[in-house]
């Protein structure tokens, strides 16, 4: 009977292997799953992030137009300046804009004509005077629009050429 003890224990088999793989495969599988879902989560944020970048503002594009005529205004005898000749161009956002412009190009250069004839020459000499005219022609310019066609605005005015004799 004590051999019969002995032939027990030997041939019971250690569990230390079996415990060991089984450890190691629940370790495995919980690696992996943690790593799968700091990923997933990290993938997840970055394509909130894409899905909430707000979108790139939309391009707009200046439109110029010049007038078709130079202004010529004579200056009374006795004056330093005897006539100056402006060529004008505008620019705006859009199409229309500049379309309503050449529609009403007759008003406008009318206005711009009495406008001019109304400045000092010696005023247009410097650059100050020169500023103040082109600040001028843009608020009537500006106004006519808004009479016209409320909501439509230039942006800027140019000299592009100016010549005084």
């Known amino acids: 009977m004590a051999q019969m003890d002995d032939y027990d224990e030997d041939e019971k088999p250690s569990k230390k292997p079996l415990i060991i793989l089984i450890l190691s495969i629940v370790l495995s599988l919980s690696a992996g799953s943690g790593g799968m879902f700091?990923?997933?989560k990290q993938q997840a944020a970055h394509a909130a992030e894409i899905e909430c970048a707000p979108p790139p503002p939309p391009v707009i594009t200046t439109v110029y137009m010049e007038l078709?005529?130079?202004l010529i205004v004579n200056f009374p005898q006795g004056s330093s300046v005897k006539l100056v000749k402006i060529t004008l161009a505008f620019s705006a956002d859009e199409e229309a804009v500049m379309d309503l412009l050449k529609k009403n190009e007759p008003m406008i250069l009318s206005n711009l004509l009495m406008l001019i004839s109304a400045q000092s020459p010696e005023a247009l000499k410097t650059h100050e005077g020169k500023v103040a005219l082109r600040n001028a022609v843009f608020d009537d310019v500006a106004d006519m629009l808004e009479k016209t066609a409320p909501g439509s605005e230039i942006?800027?005015?140019?000299?592009?050429?100016?010549?005084?004799q």
């Open 38 to 40: 700091f990923f997933m």
């Open 68 to 70: 078709a005529k130079p």
């Open 155 to 164: 942006k800027e005015v140019f000299f592009t050429s100016l010549i005084m």
